[in-house]
C-alpha cells in the first residue's frame, strides 16, 4: 500500500507527528505485533489538517457587566472584547449560571444561554437579588478556542413597595 512507517518500537499509546503539511488528508494505521512477531492491523484511520499557522482566537475581556459589579438590572446587555490575530471571523459561546447553580471547583457547569458573531449580547430575565456568573469562549473558524475568565455580578434587589392601602382592624 501507500502507507509509509514512520515510527516502530512504540512502548507508548502516542506518536507526536511534525512536518504535517497544512490542508492535506492524511491516512494512519497501527500494527501491534506481540512477542513472537505475529501481528495485527488496526483499522484504517484519517484526518486532515487545516491552518497549521492559526493562533487562537484573543482572550475575551473587558466584561460588562464588570467582574464583581453589582445592582445590574433584569435586563442587560452583556458584551466584551474579542477578535483575533489572525483576522479570522470568531463565534462567541455565552455562559451563564446563578451562584446556587455555579460549583467553582466544576466551572463546566455553566449554561449556554447564546451563540453570536457579535461583541455583546442582550438578556433579559435575570432574577432581582441574585449572583451570577459568565463566561464567553471565542472560537475562530479553525476550530482553536480561547476560553475567557469567569466573571461574576449581582442584580438590583427586588424593590420593597409600600402598601398602598393599610387598614387597622381592632
Known amino acids: 500500500s501507500d502507507l509509509k512507517t514512520i515510527a516502530t ?3 507508548e499509546p502516542v506518536l507526536m507527528v511534525k512536518d504535517l503539511e497544512a490542508h492535506t488528508k492524511y491516512f494512519w494505521q497501527v500494527t501491534a505485533y506481540d512477542e513472537h512477531y505475529a501481528s495485527t492491523n488496526s483499522d484504517l484511520w484519517q484526518f486532515e489538517t487545516g491552518d497549521l499557522d ?3 482566537p484573543n482572550t475575551p475581556t473587558f466584561p460588562s457587566p464588570a467582574n464583581l459589579e453589582k445592582d445590574i438590572d433584569y435586563h442587560a446587555t452583556f458584551s466584551w ?3 483575533d490575530p489572525d483576522g479570522d471571523p470568531v463565534t462567541y459561546k455565552f455562559y451563564l449560571a446563578t451562584a446556587s447553580t ?3 471547583s466544576d466551572p463546566t457547569n455553566l449554561t449556554l444561554i447564546h451563540t453570536t458573531n457579535l461583541l455583546k449580547y442582550d438578556y433579559y430575565g435575570l432574577a432581582r437579588g441574585a449572583v451570577y456568573h459568565w463566561q464567553i469562549i471565542a472560537t475562530d473558524k479553525t476550530g ?13 434587589e427586588p424593590e420593597n413597595n409600600v402598601p398602598s392601602y393599610a387598614s387597622i382592624t381592632e
Do not use: C, E, K, R
Not at 482553536?144 to 438590583?156: D, E, M, R
Open 9 to 11: 518500537s512504540l512502548t
Open 102 to 104: 455555579w460549583v467553582p
Open 54 to 56: 492559526n493562533i487562537p
Open 144 to 156: 482553536a478556542q480561547t476560553a475567557g475568565p469567569i466573571w461574576q455580578f449581582s442584580t438590583v
Open 81 to 83: 472584547s474579542g477578535g
